[in-house]
């Protein structure tokens, strides 16, 4: 059974431009999640989706913003770049709570 | 609102003693609670997780945690440690609706041969 697989694994970007990651869920899984890993502030929250609905966001600006298609498939933007938004970029897919949630490997983004 | 409280952020240990890494939960509902492990440079694995079935409960790799409603704990442990055990270690849990996770701020643990 195929794990999470997220796209592309690394990043260089600019500060002010946009970029968008990719992230395709284990086969069967509803539920799409992306987390912000940093040194400073650890792993926070940006969003979850199930069934191409976002059903929870976390306190992160606008300019991060997602959407999940049909195929569960889920991308993540995030526009404007700030030399802050350099970090793991983690996605996680759940066949529900009590199954836990299973992570990809991460995109790492640097911000230069 | 939920939380978790790792309370080492290094815990380091010889091969083939015992692991106890510690971590205290806050919720205002009966909590699902988690253990990811993270190599370095790698995503997180999930290690174990507590979903109000058994309080002890067993996971991957030798690794057990025990839920006490009483004391508000969630500790993980390992009879013996093993140099592949070096890591860094996140308690978790997660809202009542399972759509959002909140980590603590993770446990290094270093194993010395």
């Not at chain 2, 991957?60 to 070096?86: C, Q, R, V």
Request: aromatic share 12%; glycine share 10%; charged share 15%.
């Amino acid at each position: 059974k195929a794990g999470v697989t997220q796209t592309p694994r690394y990043l260089i970007k600019t500060r002010g431009q946009q970029v968008t990651l990719s992230c395709s869920p284990i086969s069967g899984h509803r539920s799409v999640s992306w987390y912000q890993q940093t040194p400073g502030q650890g792993l926070q929250f940006l969003f979850e989706y199930f069934s191409e609905t976002q059903r929870n966001k976390g306190n992160f600006p606008g300019r991060f913003s997602g959407r999940q298609f049909s195929n569960s498939r889920s991308e993540m933007n995030v526009s404007t770049l700030e030399l802050g938004d350099s970090a793991l970029y983690l996605c996680a897919s759940s066949g529900g709570t009590a199954n836990g949630y299973t992570f990809g490997s991460g995109t790492r983004l640097t911000v230069v | 609102a939920q939380s978790v409280t790792q309370l080492d952020s290094h815990v380091s240990v010889s091969e083939g003693t015992p692991v106890l890494l510690r971590c205290n939960y806050s919720s205002s509902y009966s909590p699902s609670l988690f253990w990811y492990v993270q190599h370095p440079n790698k995503g997180l694995q999930l290690l174990l997780k507590y979903t109000s079935a058994a309080t002890l409960v067993k996971g991957i790799n030798g690794f057990e945690a025990e839920f006490k409603k009483s004391e508000t704990s969630f500790h993980l442990t390992k009879p013996s440690a093993h140099m592949s055990d070096a890591a860094e270690y996140f308690c978790v849990v997660s809202d009542r609706g399972g759509t959002k996770l909140v980590f603590g701020a993770g446990t290094i643990l270093r194993v010395k041969s």
